[in-house]
């Protein structure tokens, strides 16, 4: 037979099974709810002035003790007011706004200390603060239509072992949102002066507790027979 021919990959899930007191855990998946905040023209000053809702589900992945990447995705509200701020726009003219966003990103952490429970010749701690960075792309609705745009998200965080695979955290991230249309298009230039496009943008926050539980992925591939067939084998130990 003729091997580039014949050659087939055959998918195979095992069923999850325990794992040693030794194994490595390297991923971690959680969720978490918190607040959120604004900045842009509509809330030019107070980022917790008109704070709303978030909800976060992550997958991270941890790489050593002191770095990881995280992928999440943001569900929550946003809202804002002109009223009370001491700008004034063309004919006294006050916006309000309110929106739901949705956000996909991918985060890199770096944890100031080794981060975890055993190994003590790693001297491991189990609580870090640590800080990240990272883009996202998130999608919204004002004003009866939707947008869509590029942000770089900011921020500090920190993580407590409950136990081996179990950990609390609480991140704090500042967004900086690449349109100027987050609030609306009414607000996307109210002085109608044409500011550049990294210039004349909108920030917000998203302030999130989060639980998390680690597992690890454990993958072979096996030839079988003629060598013509192959197996992936994929267990998840939990």
């Known amino acids: 037979r003729i091997f580039y021919i014949l050659s087939v990959i055959v998918l195979l899930m095992s069923m999850p099974y325990k794992a040693s007191a030794q194994e490595d855990y390297r991923f971690e998946i959680g969720g978490g709810v918190g607040m959120t905040g604004y900045l842009g023209d509509a809330n030019t000053a107070n980022l917790l002035k008109y704070p709303s809702w978030d909800a976060e589900a992550m997958l991270r992945y941890i790489i050593n003790p002191r770095l990881a990447l995280k992928t999440n995705f943001y569900v929550g509200g946003l809202r804002g007011n002109s009223a009370d701020m001491t700008n004034v726009f063309p004919n006294n003219k006050s916006f309000e706004f309110s929106t739901i966003f949705y956000e996909l990103g991918e985060m890199f952490e770096f944890n100031f200390f080794n981060y975890g429970i055993g190994q003590t010749y790693k001297k491991l701690k189990r609580f870090t603060p640590y800080i990240t960075a990272g883009f996202g792309l998130m999608l919204w609705q004002t004003d009866g239509s939707a947008s869509f745009s590029v942000n770089i998200p900011l ?30 298009k009414d607000l996307s230039d109210p002085y109608m002066i044409q500011s550049s496009f990294a210039k004349n943008t909108d920030w917000y926050s998203t302030m999130t507790f989060t639980i998390s539980y680690e597992f690890s992925v454990f993958v072979s591939l096996n030839q079988q027979g003629d060598g013509s067939v192959f197996l992936l084998n994929i267990r998840l130990i939990y």
């Open 155 to 184: 921020g500090v965080g920190f993580k407590y072992k409950v136990s081996k695979r179990v950990n609390l955290g609480f991140e704090f991230l500042m967004k900086k949102c690449f349109s100027d249309k987050l609030d609306g």
